[in-house]
């Protein structure tokens, strides 16, 4: 019998797929079930370092939604962080939250974009 042995960033990735933020809940409603032509997945470990808010593994796009002040005060680890994603093959899309929540037609958009320079 083969014991799943789960990491700490695995175990937080799952806590907080059960405890999304408001902006993070707009941005699932028009990002699951394959809505923009390819599947994303919420709240995914990437190596043993970083969770993607929403992942399209297809396309290797990562959605990350930011909060104004948080994203203010982690810029320059959103920078280190974008680098080790894009070494690794991944594109990167910062959605703001209260675009998210209040303009989600925008946030949509802007993902769009970003598939249609992924996608064939």
Known sequence: ???????????YARQNRSNL???????????RGGQLGVWFRRQVPLGDRYIADFLAARVKLVVEVDGQRVHQLK????RSRDE???????????VD????????ELAVAQVRRALAALLP
């Open 1 to 11: 019998m083969r014991r799943h042995r789960s990491s700490r960033l695995e175990i």
């Open 97 to 104: 939250a209260r675009v998210a929540l209040r303009q989600p």
């Open 75 to 78: 810029q320059a680890s959103d």
């Open 21 to 31: 933020n408001l902006p993070e809940q707009a941005m699932w409603q028009v990002l």
């Open 84 to 94: 080790w994603l894009r070494r690794r093959g991944y594109s990167v899309v910062r």
